[in-house]
Structures are given as structure tokens and as C-alpha cells.
């Protein structure tokens, strides 16, 4: 009877380990589940940051190159602009000059 009672009791404490071994790996797996998918959000949010990020940072580039191009026509209309005044300029110190 002893060794009934023991062999019983030994298979009652191995039950008990596998059924709280499985139940403490499932508890874990979902734990790492749930700690995988918030670690896949906020990746995902970073990446979302970073697009709008990126696409304001290209939007400012495209605003910068238009008023690059902008300033380099207006220069270039200065520029002949002064050329000619340099021409009058010239040509009134000439008639001066003859006076």
C-alpha cells in the first residue's frame, strides 16, 4: 500500500508540473507576443514619423529651389540692368569729356 501511495503521489506531482509547465509557457508565450506586436507599433509609428518627416524635409527643398531659381533670374535681370547703366554712364562721361 505504501508504495501505491507513492508511486500515486508521484504521478498526481508530474501531472501537476506538466499541466502549470504548459500553462506557464503559454502565459509566456503571449507575453511575447504582446511584446513583440507593441514593439511592431511603435516601429511602425517611428517609420510613419520619419516618412512625414521626410517628405517635409523635401517639400522644403523643393520650395528652396524654386526661390534659388527665382532669385537667379531676378539677379541676371539686375545684372543686365546694370550693364546697360554702366553703357549710359560711360557714354555721359564721354560727352563730358568733349564738352
Given at each position: 500500500?505504501s508504495?501505491?501511495?507513492?508511486v500515486l503521489?508521484?504521478a498526481?506531482?508530474?501531472?501537476?508540473?506538466i499541466?502549470?509547465?504548459l500553462?506557464?509557457?503559454?502565459?509566456?508565450?503571449v507575453?511575447d507576443?504582446?511584446?513583440?506586436?507593441?514593439e511592431?507599433?511603435?516601429t511602425?509609428?517611428?517609420?510613419?514619423?520619419?516618412?512625414?518627416?521626410?517628405?517635409?524635409?523635401?517639400?522644403?527643398i523643393?520650395?528652396?529651389k524654386?526661390?534659388v531659381?527665382?532669385?537667379?533670374?531676378?539677379m541676371?535681370?539686375?545684372?543686365?540692368?546694370?550693364?546697360?547703366?554702366?553703357?549710359r554712364?560711360?557714354?555721359l562721361?564721354?560727352?563730358e569729356?568733349?564738352k
Amino acid at each position: 500500500m505504501s508504495i501505491e501511495i507513492t508511486v500515486l503521489i508521484s504521478a498526481v506531482s508530474v501531472a501537476f508540473a506538466i499541466f502549470f509547465g504548459l500553462k506557464n509557457s503559454k502565459r509566456a508565450d503571449v507575453k511575447d507576443i504582446e511584446r513583440k506586436a507593441t514593439e511592431r507599433a511603435e516601429t511602425n509609428y517611428k517609420l510613419d514619423e520619419i516618412s512625414r518627416n521626410v517628405t517635409d524635409i523635401k517639400y522644403d527643398i523643393s520650395s528652396t529651389k524654386k526661390s534659388v531659381t527665382e532669385l537667379t533670374e531676378r539677379m541676371t535681370k539686375v545684372e543686365a540692368c546694370a550693364d546697360k547703366a554702366h553703357l549710359r554712364i560711360d557714354a555721359l562721361e564721354k560727352k563730358e569729356a568733349e564738352k
